[in-house]
């Protein structure tokens, strides 16, 4: 098959449209580029490296144009193409001599360009990874902190008990579930290496599936692991399977003293997951709640999942509701006692935190902003010391 065919079957991969009304010139632009290159003989290779680049510019432009309903612009020729591509090359080059020339000017716009734009994606990122995206758990919005507040002492949160967590979880009806945390530093002697203090935390066992979280290794502990007097168990983080235990696969059955105890690890969390803070280690939270009072016991952080469709005020009148019969059946421990529900995020770090990182976001925004200025009234202040060359150019 001849070039002249090829062409014209190449051609019939553009819209209908467009071959009406530009199918001659194409075919007459495509014959000229055959004729140069044929010039010193036949060169099939590289005419079909040609026509390669020239259906990929104009193409899909073409379809672009005149192939979706887009019929305003007129589409460049092949040779059209290869020109403005010669033409962007040339200003390429013309922009690194002129940069080889003034180095300084180079790099005091590269710098501080630089600096303004790391800076605010820096700021970005941080904003991004505390306020906006929330937690790294399977929808975050609907995982809220509950928190006791005293009015007879102040608006200040207080952690909870074990008799009002119990009596909180038999109750409610908005949540697919409420864990229980007790946040503390454990005492650790992993094998053969000094102990250190870690941070960790006695959670409930219903803490893993609220958040929606499953062990790289092993497994979670059970609710049966949660009774007194059960063997001693733990589930430890990435970092500390990696950083202490050297990143065993075979880590899950081996043994650690944890707090004076020889402890059995059962899995290992994802890297990322040190819920509710900092924590790498997390055993069961065993509390003998009928030999204490109501007002005694390990301080708790309650962390609750709204049901879906729930809202956070919904989930609030709910509390309300638990409390209000609490105080009236335990006046002694519960008179005048409440508890917020709120998300949990926004919760734990406050509300002036995102307000300052708004703030900081801001202000870098506004340094990359005076970078801007900065550089574009070197720019024209460097064009105005070019004038004669311009003129003569």
Same mark, same amino acid.
């Given at each position: 098959m001849n070039e002249p065919a090829i062409f014209r079957l190449l051609l019939a991969l553009y819209p209908p449209r467009f071959r009406r009304a530009y199918g001659d010139d194409v075919l007459a632009a495509t014959e000229r580029r055959r004729q140069e290159l044929y010039a010193t003989g036949p060169r099939?290779?590289? %005419?079909? $490296?040609?026509?390669?680049?020239?259906?990929?510019?104009? #193409?899909?432009? /073409?379809?672009?144009?005149?192939?979706? *309903?887009?019929?305003?612009?007129?589409?460049?020729?092949?040779?059209?193409?290869?020109?403005?591509?010669?033409?962007?090359?040339?200003?390429?080059?013309?922009?690194?001599?002129?940069?080889?020339?003034?180095?300084?000017?180079? %790099?005091? $716009?590269?710098?501080a360009i630089g600096l303004g734009?790391? #800076?605010?994606? /820096?700021?970005?990122?941080?904003?991004? *990874?505390?306020?906006l995206r929330g937690l790294p758990f399977d929808d975050p919005h609907e995982l809220t902190a509950l928190m006791r507040i005293n009015p007879s002492e102040g608006p200040s949160r207080l952690l909870?008990?074990?008799?009002?967590?119990?009596?909180?979880?038999?109750?409610?009806?908005?949540?697919?579930g409420i864990a229980a945390i007790n946040a503390?530093?454990?005492?650790?002697?992993?094998?053969?290496?000094?102990?250190?203090?870690?941070?960790?935390?006695y959670v409930t066992a219903n803490m893993f599936e609220l958040l929606g979280e499953q062990p790289v290794l092993g497994r979670v502990f059970t609710?049966?692991?949660?009774i007194l007097g059960g063997p001693a168990v733990a589930v430890v983080g990435n970092r500390f399977w990696r950083e202490r235990l050297g990143a065993d696969p075979d880590v899950v059955g081996t043994t650690a003293r944890i707090n004076g105890t020889q402890t059995t690890v059962l899995g290992v969390m994802p890297e990322g997951f040190e819920f509710p803070i900092i924590q790498q280690i997390w055993q069961p939270l065993r509390v003998a709640y009928g030999e204490i009072e109501r007002s005694e016991g390990p301080p708790l952080i309650f962390v609750g999942r709204?049901?879906?469709?729930?809202?956070?005020?919904?989930?609030?009148?709910?509390i309300d509701r638990i409390m209000a019969q609490l105080a009236l059946e335990h006046p002694d421990t519960n008179a005048g006692m409440t508890m917020i529900s709120r998300p949990y995020v926004?919760?734990?770090?406050?509300?002036?935190?995102?307000?300052?990182?708004?703030?900081?976001?801001?202000?870098?925004?506004?340094?990359?902003?005076?970078?801007?200025a900065n550089v574009a009234n070197l720019l024209i202040a460097r064009s105005t010391a070019a004038g004669r060359e311009f003129a003569v150019r």
């Open positions: 099939p290779l590289r %005419l079909a $490296a040609v026509l390669a680049r020239d259906l990929a510019f104009s #193409l899909p432009r /073409a379809w672009w144009t005149h192939g979706l *309903g887009r019929h305003g612009h007129l589409i460049r020729l092949p040779e059209e193409e290869s020109s403005l591509m010669n033409t962007l090359g040339s200003d390429l080059r013309y922009a690194v001599r002129r940069l080889v020339r003034t180095p300084g000017t180079a %790099l005091i $716009a590269i710098v734009i790391g #800076l605010t994606t /820096a700021m970005f990122s941080i904003v991004n *990874g505390v306020v909870g008990r074990i008799h009002d967590y119990r009596d909180i979880v038999e109750r409610q009806t908005t949540f697919d503390q530093p454990f005492n650790v002697s992993p094998p053969g290496a000094d102990p250190e203090l870690v941070q960790g935390a609710d049966d692991e949660e709204l049901a879906d469709g729930v809202s956070v005020q919904q989930g609030q009148a709910d926004r919760e734990i770090i406050g509300y002036q935190i995102p307000q300052l990182l708004f703030t900081m976001l801001g202000a870098v925004a506004m340094v990359l902003l005076i970078a801007c």
